[in-house]
């Protein structure tokens, strides 16, 4: 072999170390959110589980807390995955949804409308625990376009050491165990709370300057909506049942009006409490922003029903291969619940 060869060979195999020990770097410094900030990580969750759902859900916190997709399954046969995260602005919803729809074709997207209220980026913060974990495609090119805050920089989200380069001296056990793998700390998306903290003291309901959503939100619901209509699914809106932060009529009269123009079905759970039977004393684990467990399982009973019924969607509890599957998840489900709240009980007694 020439000379001349030889340095190119060497040239590109310390290239290729370069690239390898920079990538392992780069993935030890970012944060794994699989014990904290566990939030962080569900969006990756779903790529193990990609394929084969009759209803995606998009949204924020109101999603993911507030609707099992093992209930859904349990009594009506539907499957189901939440693609939440927290503060899901509605063009992270629409990117998300762009991606979903490379994996698979639901009947279904529901879309969880509480972010209309937002028409900028909340925070870098925020917007980590939602891009950080998600794969390269133009969809995740777009929303981080979308999302970034004016002191962001993109090439902070392509090569992550630029971001958490300060993070060596915090480092923990986390880091290393989760290096190469992702914890499940959700059923297909639902977040599990089986705590009771009673609704209280609510703030005070505020007079706003403006009720208005602003046009970007409507941009991205229309692009959504479009996205859904070439695919062939349904997009459905829904409002959670919530008591807090406010839902105004102001809001809801508009997401009504676009809903009448466009032919989608709307669901605003929280005129709907009494006929879900909701308990703000017993139905939610944080004082009434979010539903635990027991309140989950009324409102996606509800919701179920409406699906099922109203939109057609299939019973698979009789299909041999989905059946396999959704028993052993909701063997497992069923028994964290157990388990969750026998550790809750023996606190309590100790």
Known sequence: MKKKEKDILSTGVVLVVFCIIFTLISMLLQPKYMTELEEGSFISQYYREAGGHDVIFLGDCEVYANYSPMELYRDYGITAYIRGTPQQLVWMSYYVA?????????????????????????????????????????????????????????????????????????????DFTWLFRVRDNTFNGFHLHTEIIPAGALPAERVLPDYQFGDICFEYLDKLRLLCGENGTELILVKAPS????????????????????????YNFAELTEDIGLDF???????????????AVKLSRYFGSILTEGHGLTDHRQDPEIASVYNEKLQIYDKTIEERIREQEDEKDR
Do not use: C
């Open 98 to 174: 762009e991606e979903t729809f490379r994996y698979e074709t639901p009947r279904v997207l529901v879309f969880n409308v509480n972010a209309m209220r937002y028409s900028e980026p909340v925070s870098e913060a925020y917007n980590r625990l939602t891009i950080d974990q998600m794969r390269w495609s133009g969809s995740k090119a777009g929303m981080i376009l979308a999302s970034m805050t004016e002191e962001e920089q993109f090439l902070s989200y392509v090569f992550p050491i630029l971001r958490y380069h300060s993070r060596f001296d915090q480092l923990t056990q986390e």
């Open 243 to 266: 008591l807090y932060p406010y839902w105004y009529k102001e809001y809801d009269a508009q997401i009504r009006e676009y809903a009448s123009e466009y032919g989608l079905s709307y």
């Open 281 to 295: 004393s017993e139905d939610t684990y944080d004082g009434g922003y979010h539903l635990n467990l027991s309140g």
